[in-house]
């Protein structure tokens, strides 16, 4: 299968020659293992749409006994999660219908007898995961293709202990660093920051790419590095023009993987942030209303919360697949 | 794959590491400076927070009490070790870990088999199974309370339950409670199993089946001496990955039960959590189970990894 | 070395100033108040933006899910941290927050202003005193709360209902005045109509609401959490803490499928789809029911705690009081006093039960204004002369958990006995506070 590559080759892998062989095996077998499958995709996804409809539900009828399947879309959901609202008395109510200066938004949360009193943190939230969770992930990631070539390539005293030192940071449970890692950021003035966030996620999703990559580069024959250096490269080009581009797939798996990790973090951003650098996660399921739980406002923001990472993984979804074979099934 | 060609070339790599160019970097350089950024913010974030934790292990100290931890010896992982409520949280975690391992391996292979022929739409429908483990688990954890209500949820009507007054009660039932658990822990991983088992499938050279045609083997056969022993390793390292995780698993939990009703969902991470937050502050103490926990993590990782070089060695 | 020089030159800043205290406060242009994430929170917000437009100091209310608000103040208490310079903590946080010094002493403050004279006395004693009878204060009674009842008034006025209820149990369907009507009641709605419930209660086993609910009844019955002298056994599980006990899992039994680990949103679901004729909760959750947002609105009604067999009457407490971060700096701990003394003020205490915070100033809740101002805040006032709150010395973290936890275990997973269950609490508690010294074995 490496045969057919060049070690200038950038073009795709031609990876599995299996698609024009379908032909062989019985096209029935394979239309209903298609079926089964889209079958069985609708019935994991129910949850997600049952999130989705909530999303457009109103108050009463998320809450409604039996649940509704069938309801009056409403995007009140939406707008609750971007603003901020105040209650109105029975006077004010009357007094706000008789305006009519007042937006969509404003009329939508008149009917519960509220007005916007301005934006809610939520938008400021999301893009703090944005900040943090992009950051967080390109750095692993650069972090890690480094990493893993050092390790892949060179002859590093101690190697073996130093990598199982970086996989064994995924072992010790979450819960019990907290801790320690908040009383150090206090000290080190990181409590509550971008930069400090950037740095948690990045060590933590470095154990993982590390060794995803390197599985990866160890795939790579080293006669293509060997021919350039041959060819008057220095190993930092070497590196650059070829090694970078036959690793683009387990790049974009470690990508995706890290990405999710950094997006839907929970534990440590509860703990370590407070107003400045707070991510999305912590605020959404525990969205408050002044009574009962506000479903239709919690999953608006799951389903804004989760478009970017499916449309990301959508984008790299072959890689994704590629990626983890190459990093995975690597022989000793 | 490419093994034979690796060991020319790390012979030939290894000439031109001791022969560094003039006028460029020299490999010792690169090396360094490559492996540098990894190991320095890997020790920065990780190797305070574990000596001081193992440190703490051995002390009766509360993060929040204004006193300097007392050392205590090994009496926090005594009393861990001698204490039947922490036997009952490892049953827990073990029955739990055990039986959403399984399931997710045996639905996330069959997933992978449904989907490892192309089909028009297969990369749209691979990316939607995949949309579960995209989610926050915090999020998962709330919205499949809100499925699991026997009164506002449609969890039971989907099963075909449709008086309120009868239909399972799953976060509240004792016998029910685990299994809600492995339900949404199973629902959620499954892809990923699914994930690493599709990209092990695609890996099988086509030429193993067309051999195995001509020679009349059945499907049975080819299944399991061609397509199961390729798919291993890759198995192998999804079910490694998940146990770890069901072992650390707190967020699901957390979000579903809290351990409850009673204890009878009281993981071990759970276990941790109110021994390290939740008004006890037992830092002492927890940093103790947190080590019994890593050790026995390292064990079944141990186990695993060997199981998967004789899988790979086969 | 440098830390006596910057105090040497505070020294000095000081003395070239003139004078100390207000001179320094206007240094402080923002304030911190840290709070759990609920409506109050938002009202105090608000106040909070009266405030900066009267003194240009910004306050900022920052909000924490109720479920992590404790684990966040703790870890914070722990790293001595100055995030905050005000919180909005829970009664039983007290004596923590006293003991381990993380609260400022508030006592010649509040006396040499009056303010303690202001509030009511059961507030002062549980959000505020600590050791209790001390006469020493660490708070200012902020929010007032304690257990409620709402109830649907249609379906207790059908004279239907009232017919068959008067037949099948003897005396004629009310507001329950004791506990054992109110389980004659639950019973009796539940199943009564398509998918109707009797009560709805708390059962969420992960931080106090379980116990809290069970509270009610409890302290009710004559039993109490330890005697004069903290002794656990015997009291916790005395024959009148076990007829509680079974009482709410009796309770339990007629709530509406799925409230299995129910807190306040929980409650207020139940009543607004119909499942619940009667719910518990916090009055700080009833302007929710006092809204479109509940359909039976015109039909909801009010009741306080029922009576227990002796006639004792108690409400479990909520509530919080404002309390000083003990380390933040001198100029920070003026300007936030200044801000307290502000905020009892009458006409802010006002404002703020307009806003719908639950004022403590006996004033604003003695006038008809407020009485009138929400069909609950009667029962709120009647409320507030009965409450009773669990432990407040610093070991409540440690007793707590077991506590929610075997009564989780007993109410909803129904395991074993009240009897055992209370046995098994009171051992663990027991050996809780010999290991923490607070009694000896």
Redesign the interface.
């Known amino acids: ?2 045969a057919n590559q060049t070690y200038q080759a950038q073009s795709p892998v031609n ?5 024009d ?2 032909g ?2 019985p096209m029935i077998a ?2 209903i ?2 079926i ?3 079958i ?2 609708f019935i ?5 749409i ?2 989705g409809m ?1 999303a457009f539900k109103s108050l009463s009828d ?6 509704k ?1 069938f309801f009056t879309p409403t995007v009140e959901g939406f707008v609750n999660l971007f603003t901020q609202q105040r209650q109105l008395t029975d006077a004010e109510v009357a007094q706000y219908q008789e305006r009519t200066d007042l937006n969509w938004a404003e009329q939508l949360v008149l009917q519960r007898q509220k007005t916007i009193i301005g934006q809610s943190q939520f938008a400021g939230q999301l893009l703090n995961s944005l900040i943090i969770a992009g950051a967080s992930t390109i750095f692993s990631v650069i ?2 293709v ?2 893993a ?3 892949s ?4 005293p101690g190697k073996d202990d ?1 990598l199982f ?2 996989l ?14 908040f ?2 950021y206090r000290q080190l003035g990181l409590y509550d920051t971008h930069i400090g966030m950037i ?2 996620y ?2 933590f999703n ?2 993982f790419a ?1 060794w995803l990559l390197k599985g990866f580069i ?2 790579i ?3 293509y ?2 021919a350039a ?1 041959v060819d008057g490269y ?3 080009q070497a ?1 650059r023009k070829v090694v970078l581009p036959q690793a683009v797939t387990g790049i974009a798996a470690t990508t995706v993987f890290s990405l ?1 990790f950094s ?5 440590f951003a509860l703990m370590l942030t407070s107003d400045r650098a707070r991510t999305a ?2 605020s ?2 525990l969205i408050l209303g002044t009574g009962g739980i506000e ?1 239709s406002t ?2 608006a923001g ?1 389903m804004l ?2 478009i970017p ?2 449309i990301v ?2 984008i790299l ?2 890689h ?3 990626g ?2 190459f990093g ?2 690597r ?2 | ?3 034979t ?2 060991d020319i ?2 012979l ?3 000439q ?2 001791r022969q560094p ?1 003039q006028r ?2 020299s ?1 010792l350089r ?2 360094q ?3 540098l ?3 320095i ?2 020790i ?3 190797i ?3 000596i ?2 193992l440190y703490l292990s051995f002390t009766n100290y509360s ?4 006193k300097a931890p007392e050392w205590i010896g090994i009496q926090n992982y005594t009393t861990i070790l001698s204490d039947q409520r922490f036997w009952a949280n490892f049953a827990t975690t073990g029955r739990y870990a055990l039986i959403s391992v399984i399931l997710q391996t045996l639905i996330g292979f069959g ?1 992978a ?27 998962v ?14 969890f039971n ?2 099963l075909g339950y ?1 008086d ?2 009868t ?1 399972p ?1 799953w ?4 016998n029910l409670a685990l299994w809600a658990i492995v339900i949404v822990d199973v ?1 959620m991983w ?2 990923f199993v699914m ?2 088992c ?3 499938l ?2 099988i ?2 030429y193993l089946y067309e051999a195995a ?1 001509i020679d009349r083997a059945s499907a049975w056969f080819q299944f399991r001496r061609i397509t199961l022993p390729q798919v291993m ?2 198995l192998l ?1 999804a079910v490694l990955f998940r146990t ?1 995780e069901a ?2 698993q ?2 699901l939990v ?2 579903l ?8 969902t009281e993981t071990v ?1 759970i276990r ?3 021994l ?6 037992d ?1 002492g103490m ?2 103790a ?2 080590y019994i ?2 050790i026995i ?2 064990a079944v ?1 141990n186990l695993y990894i060997r199981s998967l070089n004789k899988a ?1 060695g086969a | 070395m440098l830390k006596k020089f910057a105090l040497l030159l505070m020294v000095a800043l000081l003395m070239v100033m003139g004078v100390g205290g207000s001179v320094v406060a206007q240094d402080v242009t923002e304030l911190t108040i840290w709070w759990a994430q609920w409506a109050p929170a938002d009202f105090l917000q608000q106040v909070g933006n009266d405030y900066e437009a009267a003194t240009g100091i910004k306050v900022t209310v920052v909000q924490t899910p109720w479920g992590d608000f ?2 966040r103040v ?2 914070e ?2 790293a001595k941290g100055t995030s905050y310079d005000l919180i909005v903590g829970d009664s039983q946080w007290v004596g ?1 927050g006293v003991t ?2 993380h609260y400022v002493d508030l006592t010649d403050f509040m006396v040499s202003n009056g303010i303690d004279k202001t509030v009511t006395p059961a507030t002062l004693q549980y959000y505020g005193e600590y050791p209790p009878g001390s006469g020493k204060y660490y708070a200012y009674p902020t929010e007032g709360d304690a257990n409620g009842w709402a109830y649907r008034k249609d379906l207790f006025e059908d004279e239907t209902n009232k017919a068959d209820f008067e037949a099948a149990y003897g005396y004629a369907l009310d507001i329950p005045q004791t506990w054992e009507q109110l389980r004659d009641i639950a019973e009796f709605f539940t ?1 009564r109509q398509e ?1 109707l419930y009797g009560v709805a209660v708390y ?5 106090d609401a379980i116990t809290m609910g069970f509270e009610n009844i409890f302290f009710s019955y004559g039993a109490d959490w330890y005697d004069a002298d903290y002794n656990v056994l015997g009291v916790v599980n005395s024959p009148e803490a076990v007829a509680a006990l079974e009482l709410y899992r009796e309770l339990y039994q007629f709530a ?3 409230t ?2 129910a807190f306040f949103q929980e409650m207020n ?2 009543f607004t ?1 119909g ?1 619940a004729a009667m719910i518990m909760n916090y009055f700080a959750f009833f302007p929710a029911l006092d809204s479109d947002a509940n359909p039976y609105r015109d039909a909801t009604g009010y009741f306080v705690m029922p009576t227990g067999p002796g006639g004792e009457r108690f409400a479990a407490l909520g509530g919080q009081g404002i309390s000083l971060n003990s380390y933040i700096d001198d100029a920070r701990k003026q300007a936030s006093l200044d801000f307290i003394l502000w905020f009892a003020q009458e006409d802010t205490q006002r404002r703020w039960a307009e806003l719908g915070g639950y004022t403590c100033n006996i004033n604003v809740l003695e006038s008809e204004e407020f009485l009138n101002q929400t069909p609950y805040n009667r029962a709120f006032a009647e409320t507030m002369t009965f409450v009773k709150d669990f432990w407040n010395i610093p070991e ?3 007793l ?2 077991p506590t929610q ?2 009564l ?3 109410i ?4 074993g006995t009240a009897q055992e269950a209370l046995d098994a609490l009171a051992e663990e508690q027991d050996a809780i506070l010999v290991e923490t010294g607070v009694i000896q074995p």
């Open positions: 299968m490496m990876f599995s020659t299996r698609v062989k379908v062989r095996r394979s239309a293992k298609g089964v499958a889209i069985i995709a994991m996804l129910i949850p997600v049952w999130m909530t998320a809450v409604s006994v039996p649940p399947v972090f890690a480094l990493s070539y050092a390790f390539r060179f002859e590093i130093l030192f970086i064994s940071q995924r072992m010790l449970p979450a819960v019990v660093v907290t801790v320690p890692i009383l150090m740095f948690l990045t060590s470095l154990s590390v160890d795939e024959p080293k006669e590095e060997e250096l220095t190993r930092l590196f999710i997006w839907n973090e929970y534990a996660p912590p959404i399921p479903w919690i999953a799951s919360f989760l990472v499916v993984t959508f979804r072959k994704l697949l590629r983890v074979t995975a099934i022989k000793g | 794959m490419a093994q060609s690796t070339t790390s030939q790599s290894s031109a590491t160019r460029q970097m490999d690169i090396m400076l490559f492996i950024p990894t190991v913010l890997l920065l974030m990780n305070f927070p574990l001081y934790s993060v929040i009490a204004d997933l088999l449904l989907l490892r022929n192309k089909f028009k739409g297969s990369g749209l429908v691979t990316t939607l199974i995949l949309v579960p483990m995209m989610l926050s688990p915090i999020v954890a709330t919205f499949w309370k809100l499925m699991f209500n026997p009164s506002l949820g449609i009507y989907l449709t309120i007054n239909s009660l976060l509240g039932d004792p629902w499954s892809p994930l690493l599709l990209a092990g695609s890996a050279p086509e045609a390793p890759l390292i770890i072992f650390k707190f967020d957390m979000g039960t809290s351990g409850g009703p009673g204890d009878v991470s941790l959590y109110k390290a937050f939740q008004g006890q502050y830092t927890s940093s189970l947190a926990i890593l993590i390292i990782s790979r | 404790y684990n703790g870890t208490w722990a923590q381990q010094g199943g998918g059962t969420q086993d992960d931080y509406p499928p799925g299995n680990d679901d139940a789809n499942q409540f973290g440690q707590l958990e936890r075997y989780s275990s007993y909803v997973a129904g395991q």
